[in-house]
């Protein structure tokens, strides 16, 4: 998917002024989509080629990072879950296509801000431990993003639209 600068900009521009059209859209929230998933990817990437430390593998739960990482997992992705599901709730279907997918984008943004989250502490927790045992909440993280792709048929499914305006994606 090759996206060009000045297109983000005139999209970006268009999304301020309420000028978009759905496929535009869609490009901008997959433009931001691969941008949280490629942050995740690129730090981890540089912590594992960037430490110095021999890594190691244990599973001992006397480390509190470990604990508070499967805390923060167990908490943060189910209500980031939750809280988009609300803000979906909010959708009138009298709304306009507009105001309907500006208030997906808001959750959608929440929903991949808590992954991302969850996925910076466990990176950050393997710099510091040099456990490699956090890269299980990096995975679950990561894994949980690619359930939020945004597709049309999700987008619709997720917001309740027509299948007219479902439609309009593609066009």
């Known amino acids: 998917m090759k996206v060009e600068a000045n297109e983000i900009i005139v999209n970006f521009h268009a999304m301020i002024t309420n000028n978009i059209n759905p496929r535009q859209f869609l490009k901008m929230t997959?433009?931001?989509?691969?941008?949280?998933?490629?942050?995740?990817?690129?730090?981890?990437?540089?912590?594992?080629?960037?430490?110095?430390?021999?890594?190691?593998?244990?599973?001992?739960?006397?480390?509190?990072?470990?604990?508070?990482?499967f805390i923060i997992a167990s908490v943060f992705l189910p209500a980031g879950?939750?809280?988009?599901?609300?803000?979906?709730?909010?959708?009138?279907?009298?709304?306009?296509?507009?105001?309907?997918?500006?208030?997906?984008?808001?959750?959608?943004?929440?929903?991949?801000?808590?992954?991302?989250?969850?996925?910076?502490?466990?990176?950050?927790?393997?710099?510091?431990?040099?456990?490699i045992f956090f890269l299980a909440f990096l995975l679950v993280a990561l894994f949980t993003m690619i359930q939020y792709y945004p597709t049309p048929d999700n987008i619709g499914r997720e917001i309740n639209l027509t299948p007219n305006e479902v439609d309009m994606f593609n066009n």
């Open 30 to 69: 997959r433009v931001i989509y691969f941008s949280l998933w490629s942050a995740l990817i690129t730090f981890f990437l540089i912590v594992l080629f960037t430490t110095n430390h021999k890594i190691i593998f244990n599973i001992s739960l006397s480390d509190p990072l470990k604990i508070s990482c």
């Open 81 to 131: 879950k939750k809280y988009a599901g609300m803000t979906f709730g909010k959708i009138n279907l009298n709304d306009t296509l507009m105001n309907k997918l500006s208030k997906y984008q808001t959750g959608q943004l929440i929903r991949l801000a808590t992954c991302e989250g969850v996925g910076f502490l466990s990176i950050v927790s393997l710099l510091l431990t040099s456990n």
